[in-house]
């Protein structure tokens, strides 16, 4: 099974940028896609964005423009860059590698936006 590991979250002022990384245990292109997702208290997990295997990207409509989703094959490590964060954008951020049916999840890691 896979382990995932997310870093990079942490308190920013609006307008702000943060990198998140989730670095995983084997390659990543085992799966057919990986992705974060995010939590805000109260509320359910939510797709923030998506690459697959091939390379192609998907993002919700409330990050476009604003939010790049990238990869380094060679490292195994899937990067978010967040760019004129907001305070709706505060959350625990989740890694997700997704294989047929099955999905696996990283612990998470918050990302606050606060002034």
């Known amino acids: 099974q896979v382990q995932l590991v997310e870093s990079g979250g942490g308190l920013v002022q609006p307008g702000g940028s943060l990198r998140l990384s989730c670095a995983a245990s084997?390659?990543?292109?085992?799966?057919?896609?990986m992705g974060w997702y995010r939590q805000a208290p109260g509320e359910q997990r939510e797709l923030v964005a998506t690459?697959?295997?091939?390379?192609?990207?998907d993002y919700a409509d409330a990050v476009k423009d604003r939010f790049t989703i990238s990869r380094d094959g060679a490292a195994n490590t899937v990067f978010l860059q967040m760019n004129s964060l907001k305070p709706e954008d505060t959350a625990v951020y989740y890694c997700?590698?997704?294989?047929?049916?099955?999905?696996?999840w990283g612990q998470g890691t918050q990302v606050t936006v606060s002034s």
């Open positions: 084997d390659s990543i292109f085992n799966y057919n896609a």
């Open positions: 690459i697959n295997v091939g390379g192609n990207t």
């Open positions: 997700n590698a997704r294989l047929l049916r099955t999905t696996y």
